[in-house]
């Protein structure tokens, strides 16, 4: 139990241009989900906390306008990458809090690669 | 701004030995803690939490916790090659439940 998935895995795509990663809790619902940046050789950085049915709260330094999170539902959550420059190229992860019982550990998905050409 | 320190390494042991890896957290409030094992290129994995003072331990796996000291450690007995990764130690903020991360030690086992 407590699987989350994204998609996609890997994205590559030219400068300029925005890229959606989606988010999933396969078999529990998540009120909060996180989202965090790794860059190589570094440790992950929360960029913002993602509330079902609210809005996101972001990390100082983080840009909400260029990095739109949506959790409309309890099992989804979406990052969207505006406008994307190279230096946006980075491992993005995503993790899900459960409610109640699952609440104690945040389960994580298997990241995304995003490329920035 | 809180913080977690770890030693980034490489800590190099042969195989079969005990591999141990240190984190302190300048939070003095903190109450949970967790290790998690990344592999390059793959995301983090749960290995333990811990939230009391001493020891817990789980297979090959023991995680000890000094809160008077801010110190939490991993101790991987009887160390694989497959035990080669990158181990995070994070800190839970309780009010937010948001995880913060040390920059991690990699850990190499040597056949």
């Known amino acids: 139990g407590a699987v989350v998935s994204q998609h996609p895995s890997r994205v590559i795509c030219k400068s300029g241009t925005s890229v959606k990663i989606e988010c999933r809790s396969l078999d529990f619902q998540a009120t909060t989900m996180f989202w965090y940046r790794q860059f190589p050789k570094q440790s992950l950085m929360l960029m913002a906390t993602?509330?079902?049915?609210?809005?996101?709260?972001?990390e100082q330094g983080v840009e909400k306008d260029k990095f739109l999170i949506n959790h409309a539902s309890l099992t989804l959550s979406t990052l969207t990458v505006t406008s994307a420059h190279p230096e946006d190229s980075s491992f993005y992860i995503c993790s899900a809090l459960g409610t109640s019982g699952l609440r104690d550990t945040q389960y994580f998905g298997p990241g995304t690669r995003l490329t920035v050409l | 701004q809180k913080e977690v320190e770890q030693n980034s390494g490489p800590l190099s042991v042969p195989e079969g030995a005990i591999a141990s890896l240190n984190c302190t957290y300048s939070d003095r409030g903190s109450q949970s803690f967790f290790w998690y094992r990344q592999y390059s290129g793959k995301s983090p994995e749960l290995i333990m939490s811990?939230?009391?003072?001493g020891d817990k331990e789980d297979g090959r796996f023991t995680a000890q916790l000094n809160k008077a000291s801010q110190y939490v450690s991993l101790l991987i007995r009887d160390s694989q090659p497959s035990d080669s990764a990158t181990y995070l130690c994070?800190?839970?903020?309780?009010?937010?439940?948001?995880?913060?991360f040390g920059s991690g030690t990699r850990l190499l086992v040597r056949p």
């Open positions: 994070a800190v839970r903020e309780d009010s937010s439940y948001k995880l913060i």
């Open positions: 993602s509330n079902e049915g609210s809005k996101a709260t972001y």
């Open positions: 811990i939230y009391s003072n």
